[in-house]
């Protein structure tokens, strides 16, 4: 059974950092690129950032570029999102995906989707 599923969320000050987790299961990792999208409320669902499946492209939306960083370790079927800098408007819910492709692209419609898990910025 293909699951994908997040990890790491949780409150943080701003300023602060997290490192959000998504471990995958039940699919041929190798093949899928990943992306991290996040959701506020009252918000459409934006896309953060995404890895290519082999690891060696990336892709930041304007908003976080220089403040995340994605990687992924797929020995662990794993992809990482660390966070620094982290702003009150960071504050959404976060959500993982696969696309069965090897690019990384952020502006079509993913395959399979976890979750997701809930990132607050809050003094």
């Known amino acids: 059974q293909l699951q994908l599923v997040e990890s790491g969320g949780g409150l943080v000050q701003p300023g602060g950092s997290l490192r959000l987790s998504c471990a995958a299961s039940?699919?041929?990792?190798?093949?899928?690129?990943i992306g991290w999208f996040r959701q506020a409320p009252g918000k459409e669902r934006e896309g953060v950032s995404c890895?290519?499946?082999?690891?060696?492209?990336?892709n930041y939306a304007d908003s976080v570029e220089g403040r995340f960083t994605i990687s992924r370790d797929n020995a662990k079927n794993t992809v990482y999102l660390q966070m620094n800098s982290l702003k009150p408007e960071d504050t959404a819910v976060y959500y993982c995906a696969a696309l069965r492709f090897r690019i990384c692209l952020l502006t079509v419609e993913y395959d399979y989707w976890g979750q997701g898990t809930q990132v607050t910025v809050s003094s």
């Open positions: 039940g699919f041929t990792w190798d093949y899928y690129a």
């Open positions: 890895i290519s499946s082999s690891g060696d492209s990336t």
